[in-house]
């Protein structure tokens, strides 16, 4: 019977005429039904289970009956259990509608009017906020027509599996309509599809109990779907566990789980609730936001002492904050598949939190599978999207091994648009993912590798720079004795200070070719003070010198010294002889020094000569052996570093470049074919100029 109940699809479509008559936005037409949706599917329960009660105790009134029925943990409404008045009955008369319709909503029991959101308070969350929606709807004059036409809508001849069903479709045709909550709202059902396939290839039929759980559940259909698909295949006992922070999602995923045998649904943000945290999941599922900050939750996530957290990635996006939790919380035998777009595969340098996580899954060898979804996929986006696939559980042949799959070419073009979805992955495409999963080997769109195919090192090194003829001002720099007794090579020689006082005569040195330093008196009105003259003038004007313009000179009393731009090197000049110490740079720096009670204010100038250095990062790949990977290192540096360096710190990263492993040069044309088609260009111009000149 589960096709019948598609024909009601039109006719809950249909109540939005009366919203599109009233001047509402299409895109808000999900929350003006969401409301009503769930109180006909709420009401069928009840009138069903009325029924079935009534049979069995006889009086549909006695308070065995109605003790029976609050049990069963359905919810509750005594116009509807105990009066047998339903929301029909209620739209017959349009005078007293108005009485009735809010008696109707208050007649139900606590949650569920917290649920639909009746009479919420301002402060209060008001989940699908019938009573607000309501209201909007009767200052347009269409609440009466809008409810009547719900009311028509019967859902009591069809079990729950069927209104789940129904449910889908609609929840579908909200997110195709619903461009900026279409990803909270909905997962594709082809999507949906391929996860349940995915997770079924790896189960048993062995009717052991299974748990599931989507801690971004949304409405639920991610949740459910995977659910349904594996009890259709499987005789296995499911309970599924799902939380979600949107009010409205959150309200449709727990009306929908009372018809279920077994479902949790709670209210909150997974990240800061942690509302499950006890448990351990056989499955877990979920669709995360992506590119959503959490900085209004950073202090929590920081302060956060489950241990969930090995690392917090840029908090302008969540997602691994999500998976991270998704880990923590999935059995040692567990199997999960999260949807993530691009940025988790390689955003973040070595060492940065997104890197570490990587690196976190790949070293506990979590990751069996990463899977390129075609683009166009969603309603809200065009993006590429991943499947990544985490099994805690995976085969002893697989042990370190990740296949990366490129499914990106695996689809059907939809013959109109959904929202942004323009593709959609049939049974066929999907069939070639799970086998390719399946058989774990190299095809034209499928790699295996090693998981240390993903790290790398990113290597830090002090580079020397040499002159034209690969001398360095490093070897000038005396040699002194530390405190261990070891001889260790200055980093830089002081040349002589020069001060700068207050003076109404020109200035007393230059640092410059083309600009003397000097302090311009108050009688000139050009600076009101020494200090005055330093904050505005000498300070800047250091800032802004380059040592490698050759425009930078510095005198003392035994030399002058400047930088050769055109060679590469310090010149020093003693008496008109000129010598060159190699590639070096000159520092330049100002203080100013406050009058004291035995010396007046000064500004001091002082300059230093020391080797350029240039701190450089090298990637290199990386071995899980010490030694090798230290050989690769050093290769690198023999083929690569042509100038003395010395090593600094190692970074260890991880990263997945899909382009990199699936790339495919560009064919170019030959010669002859680009020169043919060159002539057949020019004959067309010269054609078309001819019939213009006509």
Known sequence: MAHNILQYESQVWSTADLLIGAGIKQSDFPKFMMPYFALIMVESRLIREATN??????????????????????GYNDYVVRKNKTLKDICKNDKTFDVDFHAYLKAFDPETKYLLGVDKGTEEEKFLDISGMSGQLKKKRILFDTVKAWSEIDLTPFNNSEITTLEEHIKRKWADISAETAGEQYTPDDIISLISEIIISKLADNGKFLTIYDPTCGGGNLLFGVEDKIKKTFNRPTKTFGEDWSDSLFALAKIESRFRVDADIRYGNTLTNISFIEKKFDIVVANPPYGVDWKGYKKDIENDTTERFIALPSVSDGQFLF???IISQLADDGLSIVVHNGST????DAGSGESNIRKHFFDNDFVEAIIQMPTDEFFNTGIYTYLWVFNKNKAAERKDKIIIINA???YKQLKKNRGKKRKYMELENRAVIVKALADFRDTEFARVFDKWNFYYNKQSIMLTNIDENGKTYESLLPVKTNKEGEEVRVKSVKLEPVKIVQTNDEGTTEFKEVTILKFVNQGDLKYTSLQDYYEKYINPTIAALDYKEGNLRVHTTKATYWYDSDRDTLIEEIKGKQKELGCGKIVLKSSYKKATAKQEAYIELTAELTADY???NEIIAYSPDETENQKRIDEF???????PFKYLEN???AEVNFNKIFFKPEIQRDVDTIVKGLEKLELELATLENDLAL
């Not at 105790?57 to 359905?74: T, V």
């Not at 595969?345 to 973040?348: D, E, I, Q, T």
């Not at 540096?637 to 100038?643: H, L, R």
Request: charged fraction near 30%.
């Open 323 to 325: 998976t991270q939790h």
């Open 614 to 616: 240039q701190k450089d």
């Open 53 to 74: 009660l009534g049979k069995e105790f006889g009086k549909n009134d006695s308070d065995a009956f109605i003790e029976e029925f609050k049990d069963l943990g359905l």
């Open 651 to 653: 970074v260890i990263g």
């Open 408 to 410: 990106s070419e695996f």
């Open 637 to 643: 540096m023999a083929k690569f570093i042509t100038k």
């Open 345 to 348: 595969l390689f955003s973040g």
